[in-house]
């Protein structure tokens, strides 16, 4: 296993304790019956892929009523009587050989009922020590989906602005235009940068999916070593864009 799956991401990030309470809980699992433990504790959790999958394979399970469960993918609900019918759709559907990670699920600020989460770009300067955020950008879910993954394959979502994204949306109590809470973001993902840095020694950029729930709390999905930049072609002012390539050439 690589060393910068997600686990080995979430393992580093979750001994530091102020990062503690932006993280969701998260297990590996290697039986059915650790999975179904997991699921009993949450409303609803998430199955992903331990290294990645541009969104796709993924779930979100939810137990509706006793033995009654909701399986959410790409942007279809079936609902299964039965642990076991459950897992089987599950087991069909999943990334074959690939180890799954399940993570409660984060009731996503939505629009419309659409989530977005925000992808966050931190670089490190040349020649120094600091670490800065060179991009943000609300990626809105499609409509139906959970993931708000926008790629060719998955053929769903858009990319909007932080500061609109946020205006638009179900978060209560936002009377500064989300000033504090972007804020808030880029502290958070300077310090998770900063506690991931003796980890990938060297390495100079990270881009992390940053959710916020409607109370306003943050908090980190995960953390890409390798970031795409398609997203910020996305907007229509590219100044991010070309601020992060050019970074990164450095
Ligand atoms: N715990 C969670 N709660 C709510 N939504 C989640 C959760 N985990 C994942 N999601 C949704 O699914 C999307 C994809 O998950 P994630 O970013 O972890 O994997 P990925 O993008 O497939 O991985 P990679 O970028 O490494 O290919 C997230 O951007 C988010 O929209
Ligand atoms: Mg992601």
Request: charged share 25%; proline share 4%; glycine share 6%.
């Amino acid at each position: 296993m690589p060393i910068w799956d997600k686990w080995e991401k979430y393992s580093t990030l979750i001994k530091n304790k102020e990062l503690e309470k932006h993280l969701p809980e998260t297990t590996r699992f290697s039986t059915e019956k650790e999975l179904w433990d997991f699921v009993y504790r949450y409303p609803s959790v998430i199955l992903k892929p331990i290294d990645g999958s541009r969104g796709r394979k993924i779930f979100k399970v939810s137990e509706v009523e006793s033995d009654k469960f909701e399986i959410h993918y790409l942007n279809s609900r079936e609902v299964f009587i039965g642990r076991n019918y459950a897992y089987s759709y599950f087991k069909n559907k999943k990334a074959p050989r690939r180890t799954y990670l399940a993570q409660r699920y984060i009731s996503l600020a939505n629009i419309q009922g659409c989530p977005f989460d925000i992808r966050v770009i931190v670089q490190k300067q040349k020649n120094s020590n600091n670490w800065i955020v060179t991009g943000k950008a609300a990626k809105l879910a499609g409509q139906g989906f959970f993931v708000t993954n926008n790629n060719n394959q998955l053929r769903s979502g858009s990319i909007l602005p932080v500061a609109e994204a946020i205006k638009a949306s179900n978060i209560h109590k936002v009377d500064d235009n989300g000033e504090k809470l972007v804020s808030e973001l880029e502290r958070i993902a300077l310090l998770a940068t900063k506690t991931l840095e003796p980890i990938y020694q060297g390495h100079p950029i990270y881009g992390f999916d940053m959710g916020i729930d409607s109370d306003g709390h943050i908090w980190i999905i995960e953390a890409n070593l390798n970031p795409g930049l398609s997203y910020f072609l996305k907007l229509a002012d590219k100044t991010m864009y070309y601020t992060i390539k050019k970074m990164r050439k450095r």
